[in-house]
């Protein structure tokens, strides 16, 4: 039988990002740095909901197909993996189709079926998320099928196994759920855990940092360091884990003006709808404005503010101190969503250089990270 982990052993680490397809395709996956990756994420295939196959959406399906042959252009070695759901996704298919052994299986097989005709590495799981324990429990039953059939299918065909990842909550408890943790440690590769989204204006009245690192005031509050705390502690190998960011922001109306820190009464969203806002954008939005900004290494992140606008995001800085964070507490690597939101590949090439250069004799963990 041939040993599921084979394939990661030609990248020992995970540099990885998800690569969003969307409608006005501003960000071609021909414009990627790929030489800053070992793995990217190609975001986002459907579920259908009657026959619970995996399906590329026919706008996108070119884009999709040359993916790996695009990205491998300028790196032969960066693994592509397609990932499935997301934030959008409706929620309730994915729990109908992990609900019995039937739906699980026309998920399965034809999610391998796709991954081999588009000539994928892996697949991700991007379900967000399951929310009750017969969900949870249903999650866990997927995953063992999944590596078995994945499994399976590379015995019969004398191929590397796909690797199988899922994108996961901050932490392993996601209100008051439990994460099947040995299902996830058992099964999957790796998983990516989405340490960001939390505070933004379409959940939080006040302001706060998005993807704080820490949390001074309650280090068991929400935080990357909080959840990721967690899944160690339920058992989730440190090889295992790779620590996310994110490359977009969040943007507030203030109150008032004259209050623009943390925890100020806010009016809902700002430049955006919902207030996302990409870091290149968040960039222009500073250098046009004068905006005042704000680098805080307690909690690891940076706010700005210009009138009653207040952005929360990352910068190099915080960044470079997350990935230096992962490394030095022995995790597999980190992620960011998505590479089309950075600038210039800047972020990337920052997380890059600091996974590189962090060196793991310092035994200065938390220290180091923060500083």
Partial sequence: MTDHTEILRTSPIVKASYWFVKPENDFPAVIIDSTLFTHLFCAFADLDSSTYEVTISPAYLCEFSSFTKTVQEKNTN??????????????????????????????????????????????????????????????????????????????????????????VYYSPHYYGEEYPVQAIADNLDFVNIM??????????????????????????????????????????????????????????????????????????????????????????????????????PAVVGFYCYFGTTWIGYDDNQSIVSKVRYAKLKGLLGYFSWHVGADYNCGLSRAASIAWDTTELSTGHGNEAAAG
């Fill in 78 to 167: 960066v693994q592509t993996l397609l990932s499935i759901g997301g934030k959008c996704a409706d929620t309730s298919v994915f729990a109908s189709m992990a609900s019995n052994t039937k739906n699980r299986k026309a998920f399965i097989d034809s999610s391998i079926d796709i991954a081999r005709k588009k000539g994928f590495y892996g697949l991700d799981l991007a379900w967000e998320y399951p929310s009750n324990d017969v969900e949870m429990s249903n999650f866990g039953k997927l995953l063992k099928e999944w590596r078995e059939a994945v499994v399976e299918e590379s015995d019969k065909t004398n191929q590397l196994p796909l690797l199988l990842t899922a994108a």
């Fill in 195 to 296: 340490a960001y989204d939390f505070y933004g204006p379409g959940w939080s009245p006040v302001t706060g940092p998005p993807a704080a690192l820490y949390d001074p005031s309650n280090p068991s509050g929400r935080s990357g360091d909080s959840g990721l705390s967690q899944w160690l502690q339920a058992k989730l190998p440190a090889k295992k884990a790779v620590l996310g960011f994110s490359y977009s922001g969040w943007a507030w109306t203030l109150e008032d003006a004259e209050n623009n820190g943390y925890d100020a009464a806010t009016d809902g969203a700002a430049i955006s709808p919902d207030g996302s806002i990409t870091y290149e954008k968040i960039r222009n939005y500073i250098v046009d404005n004068g905006a005042a900004t704000f680098h805080d």
